[in-house]
C-alpha cells in the first residue's frame, strides 16, 4: 500500500487501523467492516468498477458511504459534516481495495479480533 498505516488497539482494546490525517476518514469506513465476507463484498464491487461492469458504485456501512470510481474512491462522513468537520477523504481505488484487503487479512482475520 502505497500510505502508511499501522494496527493497533483502541481504549477499549479492539483491533483498529491508524491511517494518515489526508485519508483518515477511510479508517472509519473499514473500521465498521465486520466481517471477512462484508469486506470480500466490498472488494467484490471495487473489482467491478475497474473492470468496467459498473462506472461507478456506492457503498454504505453505518451512514459512512464510499463513492467507488475506476480511478479514485470518495468516502463520505456526515457526523464530520454535521460537526463542521472535514467530511470527505479521496483516495486511488486501486489503494482502497488494498486497504480494504488488509483490514480482512490483518485486523478481522487475526484470532486476537
Same mark, same amino acid.
Given at each position: *500500500?502505497?500510505?502508511?498505516? =499501522?494496527?493497533?488497539?483502541?481504549?477499549?482494546?479492539?483491533? %483498529?487501523?491508524? @491511517?494518515?490525517?489526508?485519508?483518515?476518514?477511510?479508517?472509519?469506513?473499514?473500521?465498521?467492516?465486520? %466481517?471477512?465476507?462484508?469486506?470480500?463484498?466490498?472488494?467484490?464491487?471495487?473489482? =467491478?468498477?475497474?473492470?468496467? %461492469?459498473? +462506472?461507478?458504485?456506492?457503498?454504505?456501512?453505518?451512514?459512512?458511504?464510499?463513492?467507488?470510481?475506476?480511478? +479514485?474512491?470518495?468516502?463520505?462522513?456526515?457526523?464530520?459534516?454535521?460537526?463542521?468537520? @472535514?467530511? +470527505?477523504?479521496? *483516495?486511488?481505488?486501486?489503494?482502497?481495495?488494498? @486497504?480494504?484487503?488488509?483490514?480482512?487479512?490483518?485486523?478481522?482475520?487475526?484470532?486476537?479480533?
Amino acid at each position: *500500500m502505497n500510505y502508511p498505516y =499501522k494496527i493497533t488497539r483502541d481504549p477499549i482494546g479492539d483491533l %483498529t487501523i491508524k @491511517l494518515p490525517k489526508e485519508i483518515e476518514i477511510f479508517q472509519n469506513f473499514v473500521g465498521v467492516i465486520y %466481517t471477512e465476507e462484508g469486506a470480500l463484498e466490498i472488494v467484490e464491487c471495487i473489482d =467491478k468498477v475497474i473492470d468496467g %461492469t459498473y +462506472e461507478h458504485f456506492e457503498y454504505s456501512i453505518n451512514g459512512i458511504s464510499v463513492d467507488i470510481k475506476k480511478e +479514485e474512491t470518495v468516502v463520505h462522513n456526515p457526523f464530520y459534516e454535521q460537526n463542521d468537520l @472535514l467530511y +470527505e477523504d479521496t *483516495m486511488e481505488t486501486n489503494q482502497f481495495r488494498e @486497504l480494504v484487503l488488509i483490514w480482512k487479512d490483518e485486523v478481522l482475520g487475526n484470532p486476537e479480533y
